[in-house]
């Protein structure tokens, strides 16, 4: 009989006890593992709050914005930055928008405090299956912590400072405030950040006046704008739009009639913006200054409004002005290669500048040669020494010689013999006569008398302030200046002697609204009215009878100068009515000849006249009005004698600065040297 094997009352029963001690090791490692994981976790969550940047960036918003160039009546010309952001402030954001974002990026925004954990496991599960990091599962607040204070870069050590800063972000400020910054921060492509901007770009509205199928649209781009862009991708727009639109439905926001008929409401897209090429020299003028005193990088991110003097029907005139007349040169010189022009208008009484065309082409040759510009006037600068003798006791019908005259040259032993346009000598001349005719003869006899010391500073005290020379060779504008001085300084006789300083920029105002700069009109009496008066009488008889009377044709009271540089190089015409002067250059940059016959009547005036006719019904068309104190008189041509008649009459009445009729001045006598 076989027996049984029984087990030893002294044998161990190992089976329970081995099960307790695996248990026991188990639960240690559970601890241990427990408590290295939290360990690890929080020197993780240290070494990594350590890097996290605090929310001063946050509680002070200031994020970069677009600075608005405008021109006089408001209208946007050109807007300046490094990213295309309008801030605007919550209360102006409307709500549907606001909640149409929310619907489409984070629907339980309201709820969380900054994380949504479905959306991470969600998204983390996801990475997980496709083996890639494509999916972020972020909240509205993560995407402010990453765009505002994170890189972009897709790493599990920014996801981590990410949810750290969002929940802080979270517990620092309201959701308001949260929106208010994420519906300004957000990049919403084709260049524009914020929904403002974005309203702008796309529709051409401000965000109040946005419809819920164009809301729908703008919070489809978050999630990639470039692949979401309705110019560019209008089906994959469509199809983002009907997200948005459904998802605003089931969160209740809309009701599902309404969002079926956004859907299949039509779009209108803004229109291309416009360059305003026109506007080059004198948004560039602009630019440059105001980079200069603010600098760049306050001027392209600083959210400035600079509103500028620019009238844009007379900008459009000066350009149209310029290309005729540039098209009738190219009319009488066919084959030659295009020269270049310049136009500048300001007003007399503010020295606004209305319009300035610096070239033909500014893409092509952005250098201005309405202010940067320097060249000879020729003749356009005679009134300042006619100016200067009505000063020293001449009057308009003192009598000068027209006859040759030989003075010593620049070179020791060389004569300086100059004659007049016409090559002829007319005798005696009044001093009307001289300006009418632009004669060189009486102006350089002129120069002689008062010395080119005192024309030089009322030129100066006028405003032209580059150099001049110091020979009797100023007489016919050999000192080169800019368009701009001279134009500015021709105002003044228009303005009974006041000097105005030209105005580009009326005011500038910082992103919180605040003047930052504002300039109003400066002026100052550097010349007798009387003197100017009579001044303005000259040219007035320039267009009425002189080398200006091609600019008659305008049927408005004007005065004005042509000017002429040897050669033909530069041809010039300055003139201006009560409210408005102008001035018109025309020649090569290389100094080359225009052509023959190519005078400032011939080429420039045009120009001037175009201009000036093309605005025509802006100008009052009221004659100049003379001061207390002036006596119109009536001379004999050729005598210059006064005819003691002070009734108005033609041709040859002339401004004479006297109190009465019984007390004109006495006329003094030119001087004879070289005749």
Same mark, same amino acid.
């Given at each position: 009989?076989?027996?049984?094997?029984?087990?030893?009352?002294?044998?161990?029963?190992?089976?329970?006890?081995?099960?307790?001690?695996?248990?026991?090791?188990?639960?240690?490692?559970?601890?241990?593992?427990?408590?290295?994981?939290?360990?690890?976790?929080?020197?993780?969550?240290?070494?990594?709050?350590?890097?996290?940047?605090?929310?001063?960036?946050?509680?002070?918003?200031?994020?970069?914005?677009?600075?608005?160039?405008?021109?006089?009546?408001?209208?946007?010309?050109?807007?300046?930055?490094?990213?295309?952001?309008?801030?605007?402030?919550?209360?102006?954001?409307?709500?549907?928008?606001?909640?149409?974002?929310?619907?489409?990026?984070?629907?339980?925004?309201?709820?969380?405090?900054?994380?949504?954990?479905?959306?991470?496991?969600?998204?983390?599960?996801?990475?997980?299956?496709?083996?890639?990091?494509?999916?972020?599962?972020?909240?509205?607040?993560?995407?402010?912590?990453?765009?505002?204070?994170?890189?972009?870069?897709?790493?599990?050590?920014?996801?981590?400072?990410?949810?750290?800063?969002?929940?802080?972000?979270?517990?620092?400020?309201?959701?308001?405030?949260?929106?208010?910054?994420?519906?300004?921060?957000?990049?919403?492509?084709?260049?524009?950040?914020?929904?403002?901007?974005?309203?702008?770009?796309?529709?051409?509205?401000?965000?109040?006046?946005?419809?819920? @199928?164009?809301? %729908?649209?703008? =919070? $489809? #781009?978050? +999630?990639?704008?470039? &692949?979401?862009?309705?110019?560019?991708?209008?089906?994959?727009?469509?199809?983002?739009?009907?997200?948005?639109?459904?998802?605003?439905?089931?969160?209740?926001?809309?009701?599902?009639?309404?969002?079926?008929?956004?859907?299949?409401?039509?779009?209108?897209?803004?229109?291309?913006?416009?360059?305003?090429?026109?506007?080059?020299?004198?948004?560039?003028?602009?630019?440059?200054?105001?980079?200069?005193?603010?600098?760049?990088?306050?001027?392209?991110?600083?959210?400035?409004?600079?509103?500028?003097?620019?009238?844009?029907?007379?900008?459009?005139? @000066?350009?149209? %002005?310029?290309? =005729? $007349? #540039?098209? +009738?040169?190219?009319? &009488?010189?066919?084959?030659?290669?295009?020269?270049?022009?310049?136009?500048?208008?300001?007003?007399?009484?503010?020295?606004?500048?209305?319009?300035?065309?610096?070239?033909?082409?500014?893409?092509?040759?952005?250098?201005?040669?309405?202010?940067?510009?320097?060249?000879?006037?020729?003749?356009?600068?005679?009134?300042?020494?006619?100016?200067?003798?009505?000063?020293?006791?001449?009057?308009?019908?003192?009598?000068?010689?027209?006859?040759?005259?030989?003075?010593?040259?620049?070179?020791?032993?060389?004569?300086?013999?100059?004659?007049?346009?016409?090559?002829?000598?007319?005798?005696?001349?009044?001093?009307?006569?001289?300006?009418?005719?632009?004669?060189?003869?009486?102006?350089?006899?002129?120069?002689?008398?008062?010395?080119?010391?005192?024309?030089?500073?009322?030129?100066?005290?006028?405003?032209?302030?580059?150099?001049?020379?110091?020979?009797?060779?100023?007489?016919?504008?050999?000192?080169?200046?800019?368009?701009?001085?001279?134009?500015?300084?021709?105002?003044?006789?228009?303005?009974?002697?006041?000097?105005?300083?030209?105005?580009?920029?009326?005011?500038?105002?910082?992103?919180?609204?605040?003047?930052?700069?504002?300039?109003?009109?400066?002026?100052?009496?550097?010349?007798?009215?009387?003197?100017?008066?009579?001044?303005?009488?000259?040219?007035?008889?320039?267009?009425?009878?002189?080398?200006?009377?091609?600019?008659?044709?305008?049927?408005?009271?004007?005065?004005?100068?042509?000017?002429?540089?040897?050669?033909?190089?530069?041809?010039?015409?300055?003139?201006?009515?009560?409210?408005?002067?102008?001035?018109?250059?025309?020649?090569?940059?290389?100094?080359?000849?225009?052509?023959?016959?190519?005078?400032?009547?011939?080429?420039?005036?045009?120009?001037?006249?175009?201009?000036?006719?093309?605005?025509?019904?802006?100008?009052?068309?009221?004659?100049?009005?003379?001061?207390?104190?002036?006596?119109?008189?009536?001379?004999?041509?050729?005598?210059?004698?006064?005819?003691?008649?002070?009734?108005?009459?033609?041709?040859?009445?002339?401004?004479?600065?006297?109190?009465?009729?019984?007390?004109?001045?006495?006329?003094?006598?030119?001087?004879?040297?070289?005749?």
């Amino acid at each position: 009989m076989s027996a049984s094997k029984q087990a030893s009352p002294n044998e161990p029963d190992s089976g329970p006890r081995v099960y307790w001690s695996h248990l026991h090791l188990i639960v240690y490692l559970l601890v241990v593992g427990s408590v290295f994981t939290i360990c690890v976790g929080v020197l993780l969550y240290w070494f990594v709050a350590l890097d996290i940047p605090d929310l001063k960036a946050l509680r002070s918003y200031r994020p970069p914005v677009t600075t608005f160039i405008l021109d006089s009546q408001g209208e946007i010309l050109e807007g300046l930055s490094k990213e295309n952001r309008i801030l605007v402030p919550y209360d102006r954001i409307p709500d549907l928008l606001a909640r149409a974002f929310v619907a489409a990026e984070d629907a339980r925004f309201f709820e969380h405090a900054g994380l949504d954990a479905w959306s991470i496991i969600r998204a983390f599960i996801h990475n997980l299956q496709s083996g890639e990091r494509g999916q972020g599962g972020s909240t509205i607040t993560q995407q402010v912590a990453r765009d505002l204070l994170l890189s972009p870069e897709k790493t599990y050590t920014r996801k981590l400072k990410e949810a750290i800063l969002a929940y802080r972000i979270d517990s620092a400020l309201t959701k308001e405030d949260i929106l208010y910054i994420y519906l300004n921060q957000i990049y919403l492509g084709a260049g524009s950040y914020g929904v403002e901007a974005a309203a702008r770009t796309y529709f051409g509205k401000h965000i109040g006046e946005l419809n819920l @199928a164009e809301m %729908a649209i703008l =919070a $489809g #781009l978050p +999630q990639a704008p470039s &692949r979401y862009s309705p110019l560019k991708h209008f089906a994959r727009a469509k199809a983002r739009q009907a997200y948005v639109l459904n998802r605003m439905a089931e969160e209740g926001y809309i009701t599902p009639e309404a969002a079926r008929a956004a859907y299949k409401q039509a779009l209108f897209w803004a229109p291309p913006q416009k360059t305003h090429e026109d506007d080059g020299y004198f948004l560039q003028y602009v630019r440059n200054y105001a980079e200069q005193k603010y600098g760049r990088e306050r001027l392209y991110t600083g959210g400035l409004i600079i509103r500028t003097t620019l009238d844009r029907r007379q900008q459009k005139a @000066a350009t149209a %002005a310029v290309v =005729a $007349g #540039l098209a +009738q040169w190219k009319a &009488r010189h066919p084959g030659r290669r295009p020269p270049e022009a310049a136009l500048v208008a300001l007003e007399t009484g503010t020295g606004m500048v209305r319009a300035m065309v610096g070239g033909t082409n500014y893409a092509e040759s952005p250098f201005d040669r309405a202010v940067q510009g320097r060249r000879q006037p020729g003749s356009a600068f005679k009134p300042f020494v006619y100016a200067t003798a009505l000063m020293h006791g001449f009057t308009p019908a003192t009598l000068i010689t027209d006859a040759p005259i030989k003075l010593p040259g620049a070179q020791r032993g060389k004569f300086w013999e100059p004659h007049n346009y016409d090559g002829k000598f007319h005798g005696p001349t009044t001093v009307r006569t001289g300006l009418i005719t632009s004669n060189n003869i009486v102006t350089i006899k002129l120069l002689q008398a008062v010395g080119t010391k005192p024309v030089i500073a009322l030129a100066g005290e006028l405003g032209i302030q580059s150099p001049l020379t110091k020979n009797l060779s100023l007489a016919l504008g050999v000192s080169d200046v800019s368009l701009l001085e001279l134009t500015a300084a021709y105002s003044a006789f228009a303005n009974g002697g006041k000097r105005v300083e030209p105005i580009f920029i009326t005011k500038i105002t910082d992103s919180d609204g605040r003047v930052i700069e504002e300039n109003k009109p400066r002026l100052k009496q550097v010349l007798d009215k009387g003197v100017a008066l009579q001044v303005t009488s000259l040219l007035k008889g320039v267009v009425e009878e002189g080398t200006g009377r091609g600019v008659r044709a305008l049927g408005l009271p004007a005065a004005g100068k042509t000017g002429t540089t040897n050669d033909y190089m530069d041809a010039w015409f300055v003139g201006f009515t009560p409210e408005l002067a102008a001035g018109v250059w025309m020649g090569y940059d290389q100094k080359t000849s225009l052509g023959d016959k190519e005078t400032g009547a011939r080429a420039a005036s045009p120009v001037w006249l175009a201009f000036m006719s093309g605005i025509k019904s802006t100008l009052s068309g009221r004659d100049f009005e003379p001061p207390e104190g002036i006596t119109f008189a009536t001379t004999d041509g050729p005598t210059g004698e006064i005819s003691g008649d002070s009734e108005a009459g033609d041709g040859n009445k002339t401004a004479v600065e006297a109190p009465s009729q019984e007390n004109l001045p006495q006329q003094p006598t030119a001087p004879t040297t070289g005749e």
